[in-house]
């Protein structure tokens, strides 16, 4: 009897042995399965096709204009006139006079977003610690502060961004294709008429919409017109400093703000110790079963070509923040529709990239999630949020996923950490030519940073 009872002390031993063995085995196999789901779901047959260039490696940066070549002249230039507030001179009031700049409503420690749930830059004071608490200044009414109508998108692997905006609005190519019948129905979305792509187009639209001003005298007054000269001197003096040549510069900048130091990436290029096991199974579930990877295929995670779907979701109006410059009656509620008129269009909005969600804060175009664990619980739950969203328009992919808590909680880790590059100051530079405070210059956001 007692040898029985040492045999199966034995063979129980074995076991948990063997257990604990296949446990670490395929703890440290996570690499392979994970190589092999990929290469199913790149569009280019391997897990290569999900690596980004190097931001200096300006060849291989995709979608560019032709009309705009990336050239480390225009990205200077463009990377000082993002943070300008020199060119804050189309202020409502006095007390906002080159008080904002771009990067009031897209601060790199945000991964390029406002830090709230709707930036805000001609008509807001302070900053806080990285733009959350920037907030309405008193003199201006509502509806005079220039604040954006959804969440506003960060500026962060634009390279892979065909058309611009949630709609897709800006861009003559792509999938604007088709809609030239649409692009006369305001001034700005005519710009779309010059052939360019959408981060030329959005930009030049940007700097009227966000009272920015850029011409020869301003250029002048705060040191710009040799870095002009230095990017485009190919285009006449007489056009050469312009909000059109500095929507370009902008682009070209915008092209090179990648996060290829993500674990993610990094994973991507052979250093398998950057992720942990955790990530490597959130992206296992990612990439299979809940079937994220069918929008979300580019290098940045976006979808390319460019996708729209309805998930609905609640609208920024509907949210329980106070906003401005929105309501019911705005066209950015329907999406796509806003600006194509289709009725299939409604209430659909473009597949975003997924790359620094951690510091955002706010998600979908209305903010109305405030977690990545709880936009994972919406898209495993699948019921649309918004009742003034038809049943008929909420795409077919989004419903129930089946995730267990232990998978949602892998790819929220996916999600938050191993794709979160973790320096993206390194875009940012130490100062503009005006000297003046970045990426606000009003006395309450300069006391916030700590600028004099």
Known sequence: MKKLFVAALFLLAAAYIISCEKEVASELDLDTPLEEVLNQKSVTGSYSGYIMPESTDFANLPNQDPKNPVTAEKVELGRLLFFETGLGLENKYPASKQAYSCSSCHVPSRGFTAGRFQGIADGAVGFGTSGEGR????????????????????????????????????????????????????????????????????????????????????????????????????????????????????????????????????????????????????????????????????????AFPHRFFALGVNNLYQSQYEVFATGPADKRNIGRGGFTGKEEDMHKYKVPQLYNLRDAGFYFHGASKTSLREVVEYFNDGIPENPLVPASQVSSLFRPLHLSEQEMDDLTEFLENGLFDPNLERYAPTKTKSGNCFPNNDPQSKKDMGCN
């Not at 692997?157 to 305001?186: H, K, P, R």
């Not at 017109?225 to 500095?246: L, W």
């Not at 990439?287 to 994220?292: I, L, N, Y």
């Open 135 to 302: 907030s309405k200044n008193p003199v201006y009414f509502g509806h005079e502060v220039d604040a954006q109508g959804a969440r506003p998108l960060p500026t962060i692997n634009t390279t892979y961004v065909t058309n611009a905006l949630w709609a897709g609005t800006f861009g003559s190519f792509d999938v604007n294709v088709g809609t030239e019948n649409v692009w006369n129905q305001d001034t700005l979305i005519a710009i779309n008429h010059e052939q360019l792509m959408g981060l030329e187009a959005n930009n030049a639209r940007a700097l009227i919409v966000h009272r920015q001003v850029i011409n020869k005298t301003v250029t002048d007054q705060l040191g710009y017109t040799q870095m002009f000269d230095a990017a485009f001197p190919d285009i006449p003096q007489n056009i050469r400093y312009s909000r059109k040549t500095g929507a370009f510069a902008i682009a070209a900048y915008f092209r090179t703000i990648l996060t290829n130091r993500a674990p993610f990436q990094r994973w991507l290029k052979g250093e398998q110790a950057a992720m942990t096991a955790q990530q490597k199974k959130g992206a296992m579930v990612f990439f299979g079963k809940a079937g994220c990877a069918n929008c979300h295929n580019s290098p940045s995670l976006n």
